[in-house]
């Protein structure tokens, strides 16, 4: 297994999958961006730190530590957009959620490069999706996998205003069998957090190209506004004011909401039904 890539296996019928927690960058890389702290703005800040209790339910966790400036592995590999006439970043990016350059004039990768890049990150970290889901799936009849993400609140490029604080992406409910849905907003509901289903971000390509009820397995994104669980900067961030660290207290009451989520998620899926109030 490569050293960019960390898999905790678990035997429940639950992956929880983090494309964009890594913030490492190869130096022959590095020495072609702008900045550091540009390519690394966009990540999932400390959302391996927030899920960390998924271990103790016995959840199989995939994660990479790769930068998604070297390649976002939740993109389409054929370079489609995800969301056709909205504004987004490349499989490769070239530029921040903001959009600013993330390259030197000239250094910005061809598609020779990008096809090597997919080759040695991409490709390993979807196959390890798959022989996990395959590997559980000899266990149990359904397997669900957990695409979990995070964003800054406001990001005017992308979106309008500013972001419910939990987004859940279920590809507008193909990916997903709708008892999981049902299941999320009878638990959010009775939260502090406001949420949506199917806003701005309906799943990326994990959730859309894993996600086959109909084959017993379910993709569902969550896309959680930092907010949520860390002090996100009013207004700008900037080199000094980003990122925050991870403050455990302040992320309590979003970890207590994830946990009790996961945990129904893996009684339903095992079989064992009950109300989710």
């Known amino acids: 297994m490569p050293d960019w890539l960390h898999i905790q296996h678990g035997e429940a019928p639950l992956i929880v999958s983090m494309p964009h927690t890594g913030i490492d960058i190869p130096s022959e890389i590095r020495s072609r961006l702008v900045s550091l702290w540009l390519a690394r703005k966009d990540a999932d800040w400390h959302i391996e730190k927030l899920y960390d209790f998924a271990v ?9 530590a790769i930068s998604r400036t070297v390649i976002d592995c939740n993109r389409d590999p054929s370079g489609a957009s995800l969301y056709p006439g909205q504004a987004t970043t490349e499989l490769c990016p070239t530029t921040t959620f903001d959009g600013e350059a993330l390259y030197r004039d000239g250094a910005v990768p061809d598609e020779s490069e990008i096809a090597g890049r997919r080759a040695r990150y991409f490709d390993p970290y979807h196959a390890a999706i798959a022989d996990e889901i395959a590997r559980l799936k000899m266990r149990h009849n359904r397997v669900i996998l957990f695409d979990a993400h995070s964003i800054r609140s406001r990001i005017p490029r992308l979106f309008e205003g500013e972001l419910p604080q939990l987004n859940i992406g279920t590809n507008s409910g193909q990916a997903c069998e709708a008892a999981y849905s049902r299941m999320a907003d009878n638990i959010l509901i009775d939260s ?81 039904h009950h109300d989710a109030h």
């Open 192 to 272: 502090n957090f406001s949420y949506v289903f199917n806003g701005r971000f309906k799943g990326g390509w994990t959730t859309r190209h894993y996600g086959r009820p109909a084959d017993g397995i379910s993709a569902f994104q969550l896309e959680i506004a930092h907010r949520a669980y860390l002090r996100e900067p009013i207004g700008a961030v900037t080199d000094s004011n980003w990122p925050v660290a991870f403050d455990p207290d302040y992320a309590a009451p979003l970890r207590a909401v994830l946990a009790r989520l996961l945990r129904h998620f893996i009684d339903d899926t095992s079989g064992r």
């Open 56 to 64: 103790a339910l016995d959840a199989t966790i995939i994660r990479t």
